[in-house]
């Protein structure tokens, strides 16, 4: 399996795939100043047969990940996670997402593509995200929260059960959502305000 994006996301991603047995076949990165990863030379323009391996996207930025995942679609994996992710087997997870150490997703969820459920996130029953979603470590989202495509919850905020997000909103780190979030809103704090929206 290859994986794209020399990044510190990336060496966590290298860590799932070696939870798993998955041996990395190569390293991609559109920087050229990326020269090395771990114990890989980095490659920057991806040939035919290196893309015949399936692909992990490992860039944490959900816009910049929408971009490659466009531009690579037929290639990317299906979802990975660590081993030791909790995860229900009652769930729909979407090809590309991947999941990190200590992550909980419960039953009932329903996870889009190229989402990253980070380090000890919880995703509770029922909880429904879209495609491009990042939930940042410890973040906890109770049950029958929706999370609209493109939105980052930051590490350690808290969502309160059936609250609604919008797409391409960033929830600030450690902020407490116990209402409806519209799209492209920036919000911080406990309660959780709007402070701005992000440039669409
Ligand atoms: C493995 C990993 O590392 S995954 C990485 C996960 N990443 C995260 O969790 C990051 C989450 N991001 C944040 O919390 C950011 O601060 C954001 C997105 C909410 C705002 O970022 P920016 O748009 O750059 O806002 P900026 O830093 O200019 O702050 C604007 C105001 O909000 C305040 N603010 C920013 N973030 C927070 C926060 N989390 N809680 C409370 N207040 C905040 C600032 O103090 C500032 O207040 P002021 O205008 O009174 O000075």
């Not at 991609?28 to 692909?55: A, M, S, W, Y």
């Not at 769930?91 to 980070?118: F, H, L």
Request: proline share 4%; charged share 20%; glycine share 12%.
């Amino acid at each position: 399996m290859n994986i794209y994006g020399a990044s510190g996301h990336g060496k966590v991603v290298f860590d799932i795939l070696k939870s798993r047995n998955i041996q990395i076949d190569s390293v991609f990165d559109d920087n050229f100043e990326v020269k090395e990863f771990l114990d890989f030379r980095v490659i920057h323009k991806p040939n035919k047969d290196q893309l015949k391996k399936p692909t992990v996207l490992a860039i944490g930025n959900n816009a910049i990940r929408k971009k490659v995942a466009l531009k690579y679609e037929g290639v990317i994996s299906e979802a990975i996670s660590h081993s030791r992710a909790i995860i229900s087997e009652n769930i729909q997870i979407g090809g590309g997402t991947v999941i990190m150490p200590g992550a909980i997703i419960n039953s009932g969820c329903s996870i889009g593509k190229y989402c990253i459920i980070n380090s000890g996130a919880v995703v509770e029953h029922d909880v429904r995200l879209g495609d491009f979603v990042h939930i940042a470590p410890n973040a906890v989202l109770t049950g029958n929260v929706s999370v609209a495509e493109g939105t980052q919850v930051g590490t350690g905020a808290s969502i309160i059960p059936g609250v609604k997000i919008g797409k391409w909103a960033s929830i600030g780190a450690g902020a407490v959502i116990i209402e409806d979030v519209p799209d492209f809103a920036v919000v911080v704090g406990n309660p959780g305000k709007i402070i701005k929206y992000i440039d669409e």
